[in-house]
């Protein structure tokens, strides 16, 4: 199967996944919120937080051996494969085991990260968590076994997995809430779904790739297991550097203001990422594709690729980021009502920072594609320190906005260094035409915006339902029209726009 169409395969599961599941817990948020309330709400966005953070332990191990594989599966060397998933069950057996221990070493400091826990004691805080440690634990046993379906662009098979378990989960979530309103079953009900889901992925992947329950498996040789170190040392860095970065914003907004608020951020975080998992499924969908691009192809081609990545993910994100200033909290204010408003300050710099996240999305899928790890690799640290040391400071004195000006100013640092390293490292030349670019779209963006801004406050002087359907329409429109116009004889929207007529038009 080609490059275009494992993907398409792939971005095609991935959207039908996501729009069932999105909508779904859509559902069960509302439910979840007038049943059992906001400080719940508050309590499982901060696990769900305290959780990521532990999967640093995973370290980028699984990065390193997801790139290794590329060119074994490429010339079907099974020898080589079954070596290497040796080496990344092993791998990953341990790190269950240091996230369990790590996990219940954090158990005493939980009265310290949760700040006003309102009708939640302390004995609940604990066995909530537990909960919450099991299904981040369980999960390290079975997950190594999707990066080889990963590495043959194969994605499609993980997410119709998560899509069907998570419609089962959340159905039954909320029956249960519906019927007990009871925190307790709901996670149980979770972890339940979640442990047999691990026991059939695991089934079905030996049945699919038999070879690897064999037992002779010869070792990796000291280079290539010394290539795998080298690679995953560089990525212990990023790891850090990212969780401390992108995975804290919870624990700072619980330990310093309070927990309650923690839920408000995450109902409008469940809106972003229900867009912005719809757009990532198309990046995340050709990462595959990119490791056997880089595998295959000239430099020259791969930077006419990468650039109509690129050009791509800034018309997406700034679509999404427009739509999101302009109707994020009107959509929350109709859903949740006035009381689950955040200020738009803070709505703002967290809406900046999604724009810029979206161009380092491509910038690290394509590093991650072409192997390069070390180049950069403390500069993830420093983003993480800068971001701790900006949030903390600004949110004792300002509040909730202060907390997402560190994210701000920590992601900006990789925006500007990535581009002059993979220019340099990937391509050979120099990163001008980027930064070029991305200011050609900034100040197209913000036109844009300033035209639309104007438009909403003659169409929606009240907030109801019509006035936003119409907002919502006149953006798809003017936006679009105006993208359209300055960028569609770019080389760019012409590669895009033939691969639509290929598959549709002349189909």
């Known amino acids: 199967m080609g490059r275009v169409k494992a993907a398409a395969r ?37 696990y769900t937080g305290i959780l990521s953070v532990l999967s640093m332990a995973e370290l980028g191990i699984g990065t390193a051996l997801n790139y290794s594989l590329y060119k074994p599966v490429i010339h079907k060397d099974y020898e080589k494969i079954k070596s290497y998933m040796l080496l990344y069950k092993k791998a990953y057996r341990i790190i269950g085991l240091v996230v369990a221990g790590i996990g219940l070493a954090i158990v005493p400091f939980l009265p310290y990260l949760v ?9 609940d805080l604990t066995l909530y968590y537990l909960i919450f440690l099991f299904n981040t634990v369980s999960s390290y046993f079975v997950a190594y076994k999707y990066s080889l379906v990963n590495a043959e662009q194969k994605n499609y098979i993980q997410t119709n ?40 992925v695991s089934r079905y992947l030996n049945n699919m790739y038999p070879y690897l329950r064999d037992k002779d498996i010869k070792p990796l040789t000291k280079d290539e297991i010394g290539e795998v170190v080298k690679k995953t040392k560089a990525l212990v860095l990023h790891k850090v550097g990212d969780v401390a970065r992108l995975q804290t914003d919870a624990m700072v907004i619980s330990a ?25 499924i198309i990046f995340n969908s050709v990462l595959s594709s990119f490791g056997n691009l880089i595998a295959t192809e000239s430099r020259q081609k791969q930077y006419e690729i990468f650039k109509v990545y690129r050009f791509f993910a800034c018309w997406i994100y700034g679509f999404s980021a427009t739509g999101f200033l302009l109707l994020l909290s009107p959509l929350v204010l109709l859903w949740l009502g006035p009381e689950n408003i955040l200020p738009a300050a803070a709505v703002t710099c967290i809406l900046v920072d999604y724009y810029f996240k979206g161009e380092r999305i491509v910038l690290s899928n394509f590093k991650t594609a072409a192997g390069v790890f070390e180049q950069d690799k403390y500069l993830a ?26 994210t701000i100013v920590s992601g900006l640092i990789a925006n500007i260094t990535k581009p002059i390293i993979i220019y340099r490292v990937c391509f050979e030349i120099k990163a001008k035409d980027y ?15 300033a035209v639309l801004y104007g438009i909403r406050t003659m169409i929606m002087p009240q907030i109801t339902i019509l006035s936003f359907v119409v907002m919502f329409l006149i953006i798809c429109v003017v936006f679009n029209g105006v993208f359209l116009l300055v960028f569609g004889r770019t080389q760019e929207f012409q590669y895009l726009w033939g691969i639509v007529r290929r598959k549709f038009v002349h189909k």
Do not use: W
């Not at 039954?172 to 009900?189: C, D, S």
């Not at 930064?435 to 036109?447: D, E, I, P, W």
């Open 256 to 280: 310093f203001i309070n927990v309650t608020l923690s839920g408000i951020v995450d109902n409008y975080n469940l809106v972003i990422s229900s867009v912005s998992n719809f757009v990532n």
């Open 435 to 449: 930064f070029l670019y991305s200011a050609k779209f900034l100040a197209v963006l913000g036109v844009t915006f």
């Open 115 to 123: 700040k006003q826990p309102e009708g939640v004691t302390l004995r």
């Open 161 to 200: 997995i998560i899509t069907v378990t998570k419609m089962i989960t959340v159905t039954l979530q909320i029956i249960v809430i519906l019927t007990t309103g009871n925190f307790y079953a709901y996670l149980l009900t979770a972890a339940t779904v979640e442990l047999l889901q691990k026991i059939f």
């Open 381 to 406: 640290l420093i983003q993480g320190a800068v971001n701790l040391v900006i949030s903390i400071a600004l949110v004792q004195k300002i509040g909730l906005a202060g907390v997402y000006m560190g």
């Open 10 to 46: 792939n971005i095609i599961f991935g959207y039908i996944g996501n729009l069932t599941t999105q909508l779904l817990g859509f559902v069960l948020r509302t439910i979840f919120i007038r049943h059992l309330g906001q400080t719940l709400n508050g309590v499982n966005a901060l």
